[in-house]
């Protein structure tokens, strides 16, 4: 059993900063892929930013240059800062783990989430 339990949400202004953070436990291969998604009402859940346990990043094109994810793998945690944010980026955020290294194939785990909202 996996658990995703994110934080670091809330109110902030149009141009203001947040921090979200996730951090997992349970049975994890040390192989895998952590990321965000998020999901504004009446709209279906998108990748925000995703980041695997080498390093190696990808990020939604509306986020490129504003958002920043980064991970300990020690820690089994991942982060996601943003910068310059919009009332567009207001949403529920979501984090996700998918492990790589299991014989029977990938397997994905999901956050509760936890709500952003940008406006004056």
């Known amino acids: 059993q996996v658990q995703l339990v994110e934080s670091g949400g809330g109110l902030v202004q149009p141009g203001g900063s947040l921090r979200l953070s996730c951090a997992a436990s349970g049975s994890i291969f040390r192989i895998n892929s952590m990321g965000w998604h998020r999901q504004a009402p009446g709209k279906q859940r998108e990748l925000v930013a995703g980041i695997s346990s080498g390093g190696s990043t990808n990020y939604a094109a509306s986020v490129k240059g504003r958002f920043t994810i980064s991970r300990d793998n020690a820690k089994n945690t991942v982060y996601l800062q943003m910068n310059s944010l919009k009332p567009e980026d207001t949403a529920v955020y979501y984090c996700?783990?998918?492990?790589?290294?299991?014989?029977?194939?990938?397997?994905?785990?999901w956050g509760q989430g936890t709500q952003v909202t940008v406006s004056s």
């Open positions: 996700n783990l998918v492990d790589l290294g299991s014989p029977y194939g990938p397997k994905g785990y």
